[in-house]
């Protein structure tokens, strides 16, 4: 029987990148989102869909039921909303920003982490943002920098059920999120580019997948830099 790999946010951008091509490797496919016409677009070419908001964990445990198995599971499911007007600090946009990217992570490893079995694969997606802060990122950065910790401690604590953990932390892709942007993206990549680095990096069981190179080495060196050069330099990127 073909492999089986169940992917979150897959009605658009990475993960509707990921479904096609593992699809077309001949993998069985689940492309969960709540955008039923997208979906639906995907369910035209054979590809498994699953129409549920990952915020419901009764929705979660739901689709978790319309399945037998998997071999690879990848949480990719995010939103990006930026706080502006501060020092007013929008608790309310914070708290959803963390329920999508955070919360809604544990109701979906809660419905379909026991689909995994010895020789399995977690995959969660994150960000390139984590390796530097960023003006205006306070709830997205947030959000991902606790998806880092959540993927390493599993890590951890997984191991001995023989399931791998492979944290993913993309640059900037050109995406219907992205697109909303108002500022200069550096290194932007395809998803047909994205998607192909990250089947790369879970092909060959990686813990950290990270890219494009160049781009993450820049975080890392500014991400260096003592805290007041940092500010000094940061002003303006907002």
């Not at 993998?27 to 915020?55: H, M, Y």
């Not at 190179?213 to 820049?218: A, E, H, K, R």
Request: include cysteine; proline fraction near 5%.
């Amino acid at each position: 029987m073909s492999k089986g790999v169940l992917i979150t946010g897959a009605s658009s951008g990475l993960g509707r990148q990921l479904a096609l091509d593992y699809h077309g490797d001949g993998w069985r496919v689940w492309a969960c989102g709540r955008d039923e016409g997208r979906l639906a677009e995907l369910a035209a070419l054979g590809i498994q869909t699953l129409c549920f908001d990952a915020r419901d964990p009764a929705a979660c445990q739901g689709a978790a039921r319309q399945l037998n198995g998997l071999d690879l599971l990848i949480l990719n499911a995010g939103s990006c909303e930026y706080l502006d007007e501060l020092p007013r600090f929008d608790g309310a946009l914070f708290a959803r920003v963390i329920e999508t990217n955070l919360v809604a992570t544990g109701h979906c490893l809660a419905a379909l982490l026991p689909q995994l079995g010895p020789g399995g694969r977690l995959a969660i997606v994150s960000s390139s943002v984590t390796w530097l802060p960023l003006p205006r990122a306070e709830a997205y950065g947030a959000s991902k920098a606790a998806l880092d910790y959540l993927a390493a401690s599993l890590r951890l604590d997984l191991k001995a059920s023989g399931i791998g953990v492979s944290l993913i932390r993309p640059g900037f892709i050109d995406t219907p999120l992205t697109a909303r942007n108002r500022f200069t993206m550096p290194c932007l990549m395809t998803v047909a580019q994205a998607a192909s680095a990250t089947r790369r990096g879970l092909a060959r069981g990686l813990h950290n997948i990270h890219y494009p190179n160049g781009f993450i080495c820049l975080l890392r060196l500014l991400g260096a830099l003592p805290t007041g050069l940092w500010l000094r330099l940061s002003k303006g990127l907002g």
